[in-house]
């Protein structure tokens, strides 16, 4: 994790480098061509706003930069940001240095930036509406009406119990408002404290992260996965009787089992198996439906010895 | 009433005895297969890799807390103490970790990680009692961890007893389960670790089992191999040259003199330290000598009402209280609870 952040900012650091050599060419333009001012001469108001705006600025496309992959929609971005900053700069260079009035370029400096700045800007979001469109595609039944990324789950790209419990809230008030059941399944593996043991912590994240993947492609579009924690995943399933949730349960514990996932070193074949456990949602809070699939997974796992 | 207190093998906080390849090591390897960064995990731990790696080096208690407060704080996972708890036990800690397996039921389970505690479990002290149906273990810090770090300890210990349980019996036995503190906001990590015999703002920290449970055997009882294991874990705490912390044993001697007038000078003499010194070696461990004591008295309270079966003025009069509401006032100040939820909770 950490090398990929810093080969990223290494690639993105052209732009920062170019930026800042053109920054300090005008600068030094600048002070060949005018003289600087005394202290009382400054305006401090002014000073002070310019600064700021060429600070946040630059701070929008360090952002940018850290956060996003290489591509059209960055490079776009980058390069609006970066016109931006740098006639930012130029408007801050004014504070500092009286410039006689015969120079012209200084000016065009200043102003010539924004127009490109502001189109490219325009490109880069459309297109990034584009992308989050095609993005949020992708996060059909790991997530619903809303994203919140700081309730993702920490080891797998699902929603963890704060989501879950957040999202069952919704679901409840929905399915009391159309009259539609809620419907949800817990997928427990049986023994994963023994598959800790024996593969160590790194392969049991794996084998949770593979499996997060295989109840996905199980899941119907208008379901939502999370992970409860460990080894226990929730399945919301909105507009679901009992019965087709059952038969749903049950093909989620065929897939597990029958999921051949291989250990990295030994390359032998995992074996795995689920406890479910189904109920609906009442009119209750979330924690009593908790404690009720809670429970159903005790159950189910009593019948297993 | 002992005069004074053997001062050999005894540990502080400061005491450099845990192999750093032991449960610090299980640690670090947790933290790092997770993507923490070393440098970052090891920061203010005085401990780098190859140390760890060498299996020579030995680190304090304090070295082992600060290590914990790096993990909670980089890597901000609520599983990490599960997670950590479930490899504990037996773990890779010489002939202590092996006695486990030629063990065939529970009790000597038991047994022997509170015989072992200063290899099993250096920085919280396994101390048991039981009644004619139950078996109580309670897990106290030794070395002065805040109320996070216990908690995490707890929470690890806890795992770890069970886990491996879970794992030499085959079977899942019905523990259950009282924290002293509120129901996290991680509750679902007491659900799935746990179970649903979980509950919250007890007295005490503790794990209780039926006793049919831990006395059924799971295996025939080796009669050499089990000897021989044990005979080498007893020479491995000899060869560790610390046996309790320095806080179990002011603990011990407040829990032996509790009927006495015991005061901080009292204890000071039969340490043969000043009340200067006893003072600050307390303060050193994050705690005061009214709190030692308010624990000892808690526990004998909790000890007397369910081994004992002492009513609640006969608790009282035990611990020397004459008027009730001040012990009543007392109770409340140990325990956060009036003594009636302890008589209330008559079903254990």
């Known amino acids: 994790m950490y090398n990929t952040l810093t080969k990223k900012v290494f690639f993105h650091s052209a732009y920062l480098y170019g930026l800042a050599i053109a920054i300090a060419a005008g600068i030094f333009f600048s002070y060949l061509m005018g003289e600087v001012k005394e202290w009382h001469q400054l305006n401090l108001l002014d000073v002070f706003s310019e600064g700021a705006m060429t600070v946040l600025a630059s701070f929008w496309l360090l952002l940018v930069l850290r956060s996003r992959p290489g591509g059209r929609v960055t490079q776009l971005l980058a390069i609006g940001l970066s016109c931006i900053i740098f006639s930012w700069s130029m408007d801050l260079t004014d504070e500092f240095i009286r410039l006689p009035d015969s120079v012209v370029w200084h000016t065009w400096l200043e102003s010539l930036p924004i127009p490109f700045a502001l189109t490219a800007l325009s490109i880069g979001i459309y297109h990034w509406h584009k992308e989050e469109l095609a993005i949020s595609a992708q996060m059909v039944k790991r997530e619903r009406d809303f994203r919140e990324y700081r309730l993702f789950d920490k080891l797998i790209p699902i929603g963890g119990a704060v989501y879950l419990r957040k999202q069952l809230g919704i679901l409840i008030k929905e399915s009391q408002k159309n009259q539609k059941p809620l419907a949800l399944i817990a997928v427990d593996l049986d023994n994963f404290n023994y598959i800790n043991r024996k593969y160590g912590i790194a392969e049991g994240d794996n084998i949770l992260r593979a499996l997060c993947q295989l109840l996905l492609l199980n899941l119907r579009e208008q379901d939502v996965l999370c992970r409860l924690a460990g080894d226990r995943f929730v399945v919301l399933l909105p507009d679901t009787h009992q019965g087709v949730a059952e038969s749903l349960a049950e093909e989620l514990k065929a897939a597990v089992n029958s999921f051949a996932y291989k250990d990295r070193h030994s390359t032998e074949r995992v074996f795995l198996s689920a406890s479910t456990a189904v109920t609906l949602a009442g009119t209750e809070d979330s924690d009593s439906v908790f404690k009720r699939l809670n429970i159903g997974v005790l159950v189910a796992k009593q019948e297993l010895v | 009433m002992k005069n004074t207190v053997q001062k050999n093998s005894v540990y502080e906080a400061d005491t450099e005895f845990i192999p750093a390849h032991y449960q610090p090591a299980l640690l670090v390897d947790l933290a790092l297969s997770r993507g923490v960064d070393s440098r970052d995990l090891l920061r203010g731990v005085r401990l780098n890799l190859e140390q760890i790696k060498s299996a020579q080096k030995v680190i304090s208690a304090e070295q082992f807390l600060t290590l914990i407060q790096n993990t909670q704080k980089l890597l ?197 330290l000043s009340p200067a010194t006893m003072k600050r070696k307390l303060k050193k461990h994050n705690t005061s000598f009214q709190q030692q004591l308010d624990l000892a008295r808690r526990n004998t309270a909790i000890y007397l009402f369910h081994v004992e079966g002492y009513s609640y003025p006969q608790i009282a009069d035990y611990l020397q209280f004459n008027d009730m509401n001040n012990f009543r006032r007392s109770f409340k100040r140990w325990t956060g609870f009036s003594p009636s939820t302890l008589f209330n909770e008559l079903s254990v």
Request: proline share 2%.
């Open chain 2, 76 to 272: 901000k996972a609520d599983d990490t103490s599960f997670l950590y708890g479930q490899m504990l036990l037996p773990g890779l800690f010489g002939a202590c970790s092996q006695a486990f397996q030629q063990m065939s039921n529970c009790r000597q389970v038991i047994d022997h990680l509170c015989d072992y505690q200063a290899i099993l479990s250096p920085l919280l002290s396994s101390r048991r009692f039981e009644n004619e149906d139950y078996v109580f273990i309670y897990w106290q810090d030794c070395t002065g961890a805040n109320t996070e770090q216990l908690k995490f300890l707890i929470e690890s210990q806890m795992t770890a007893l069970v886990s491996m349980s879970d794992w030499l019996t085959g079977e899942k036995l019905p523990w259950q389960y009282h924290f002293s503190y509120a129901q996290p906001d991680y509750i679902e990590q007491y659900w799935v670790n746990f179970g649903e015999e979980i509950s919250f703002n007890r007295q005490m920290s503790m794990l209780l089992i039926a006793k049919a449970h831990i006395e059924r055997n799971w295996s025939n009882e080796t009669m050499v191999g089990g000897e021989a294991v044990l005979n080498a874990s007893r020479m491995q705490l000899s060869q560790l040259g610390v046996r309790t912390s320095f806080l179990d044993q002011v603990y011990d001697y407040l829990i032996q003199n509790i009927r006495q007038q015991i005061n901080l000078d009292r204890l000071s003499e039969a340490f043969l």
